[in-house]
């Protein structure tokens, strides 16, 4: 009831058209460029439909991380009853006092150059050192980053604009396959970043020696390798993923699978291994390659205790709850209450 009534009043601080509240979105990245006017409003749109029949008949990832999470808020957004409008220029400028939520890489802020009140975020503001510059900017009331140790990472540089936002995943999409479907035991999900020569026998080949003593069935996905239809199918028939990533920011993958009822084997080494953003890492900063997770999820392991860490994980996985969690922790209602509060909090501050 206080979560209900308090997006309630969040949405009535927004203005409202037939179709409910407004909120204006901004995204520029790979996908889809934000271009002022109907002419550049039409060209990116080309492009937008250009690359996406381009990487889908090479069946290569047609998405970014941060446009899946995107996609994720404005469809949150419009189930949440919002009237949400994509690159919308002209109604931005026709209100100038009305906040707007940029999205993607640090282009959109030259992309947009508007003097509405800015929720920045998901999307990228550079490292540390450009962030303190994006954050002093007047306009730019509030910055998004995904789980709270990465905004710990970036408080430093951004003080109390930085906020924590998670973007919501959809359960009516995810669905659980019958379990006499599956034909595989452990997906891994190969996302290891650094150091792959050392990390991959360390980590993935090691693993895969484990499940063949064992007479486990696999596959092997590698980031960026795969199609996102060869990630559902994987999903579809595996019993249980091994997601294999130094560190996340959301890990919007492995969510997946927990709303997919598929539990999760998740390397966790807690250390911050990005050469460059670990530079600029606070003392103390506590990392994780799963920021979204408790005991329903499944099992996290360090590498030094793989084999027996996975040998609990196996024979637990009937007990974990993995949908339960998401449903709720992750939902995109949840998501949407959060992101609404956010952008009337933007507004709000003059």
């Known amino acids: 009831m206080a979560d209900a009534a308090?997006?309630?009043?969040?949405?009535?601080?927004?203005?409202?058209?037939?179709?409910?509240?407004?909120?204006?979105?901004?995204y520029d990245g790979f996908e889809w460029r934000a271009?002022?006017?109907?002419?550049?409003?039409?060209?990116?749109?080309a492009r937008r439909f250009a690359r996406f029949a381009y990487r889908s008949a090479r069946r290569r990832q047609v998405r970014t991380g941060f446009y899946t999470a995107f996609v994720a808020l404005r469809t949150a957004l419009e189930r949440h009853g919002c009237d949400v409008r994509v690159?919308?220029?002209?109604?931005?400028?026709?209100?100038?006092?009305?906040?707007?939520?940029?999205?993607?890489?640090?282009?959109?802020?030259?992309?947009?150059?508007?003097?509405?009140?800015?929720?920045?975020?998901?999307?990228?503001?550079?490292?540390?050192?450009?962030?303190?510059?994006?954050?002093?900017?007047?306009?730019?009331?509030?910055?998004?980053?995904?789980?709270?140790?990465?905004?710990?990472?970036?408080?430093?540089?951004?003080?109390?604009?930085?906020?924590t936002w998670f973007a919501g995943i959809d359960i009516d999409r995810w669905q659980p396959a019958p379990k006499a479907s599956k034909s595989i035991d452990v997906l891994i999900y190969d996302k290891i970043r650094w150091h792959r020569d050392t990390q991959v026998p360390q980590v993935r080949d090691r693993l895969c020696a484990h499940?063949?003593?064992?007479?486990?069935?696999?596959?092997?996905?590698?980031?960026?390798?795969?199609?996102?239809?060869m990630f559902a199918d994987g999903l579809?028939?595996?019993?249980s993923l091994a997601f294999l990533c130094e560190h996340e920011t959301q890990g919007?993958?492995?969510?997946?699978?927990?709303?997919?009822?598929?539990?999760?084997?998740?390397?966790?080494e807690e250390e911050f291994v990005d050469p460059?953003?670990?530079?600029?890492?606070?003392?103390?900063?506590?990392?994780?390659?799963?920021?979204?997770?408790?005991?329903?999820?499944?099992?996290?392991?360090?590498?030094?205790?793989?084999?027996?860490?996975?040998?609990?994980?196996?024979?637990q996985r009937a007990s974990y709850r993995p949908r339960d969690y998401v449903?709720?922790?992750?939902?995109?209602?949840?998501?949407?209450?959060?992101?609404?509060a956010l952008y009337a909090r933007a507004g709000a501050r003059g």
């Open 87 to 163: 690159n919308d220029f002209a109604t931005a400028a026709a209100m100038p006092d009305y906040p707007i939520g940029l999205a993607g890489y640090p282009d959109v802020l030259d992309a947009v150059r508007l003097p509405n009140p800015v929720l920045f975020g998901p999307g990228d503001f550079g490292p540390p050192g450009d962030a303190v510059a994006v954050a002093a900017q007047e306009r730019i009331r509030l910055l998004i980053q995904p789980s709270d140790w990465f905004a710990d990472y970036y408080r430093p540089s951004c003080g109390d604009k930085m906020v």
């Open 276 to 315: 460059h953003l670990s530079r600029d890492a606070p003392a103390g900063l506590a990392v994780s390659s799963v920021p979204y997770f408790d005991g329903r999820c499944g099992r996290r392991f360090r590498v030094s205790e793989l084999e027996p860490q996975f040998d609990l994980f196996w024979s």
């Open 327 to 340: 449903r709720d922790a992750l939902s995109l209602h949840r998501s949407a209450q959060a992101y609404l």
């Open 211 to 229: 499940l063949d003593a064992r007479g486990l069935r696999y596959r092997i996905l590698r980031y960026g390798e795969h199609h996102q239809g």
């Open 236 to 239: 579809r028939n595996a019993r």
């Open 252 to 268: 919007l993958a492995y969510q997946e699978a927990l709303a997919a009822g598929v539990p999760v084997f998740a390397w966790d």
């Open 6 to 26: 308090m997006a309630a009043s969040h949405a009535a601080s927004l203005h409202r058209t037939r179709r409910g509240p407004l909120v204006l979105l901004f």
């Open 35 to 45: 271009r002022p006017g109907a002419i550049g409003g039409s060209l990116a749109q």
